[in-house]
């Protein structure tokens, strides 16, 4: 069984709300699930489609789809 690539992208100027570390959150998509972990501890979180665009407030600008 081929083994999926995926594609993480760093997000320039992200702290980690854990280790608060700066420019170490990376963002990534697997299975329709968004993911963002940090590269320096163990924090983890993840959002389905459905819910980021629910919670889409005032303050995004926009959402960039490479």
Do not use: H, W
Not at 12 to 19: E, H, T
Not at 26 to 39: A, D, P, Q, R, S
Not at 43 to 65: L, M, N
């Amino acid at each position: 069984m081929a083994e999926v690539k995926v594609k993480k992208r760093f997000v320039a100027g992200a702290k980690c709300p854990k280790c608060k570390a700066l420019d170490s959150i990376v963002l990534f998509k697997l299975n329709g699930v968004e993911t963002v972990e940090c590269i320096e501890c163990d924090y983890s979180e993840q959002q389905a489609d459905e819910q980021v665009a629910k919670q889409a407030t005032g303050d995004v600008i926009g959402v960039f789809k490479p």
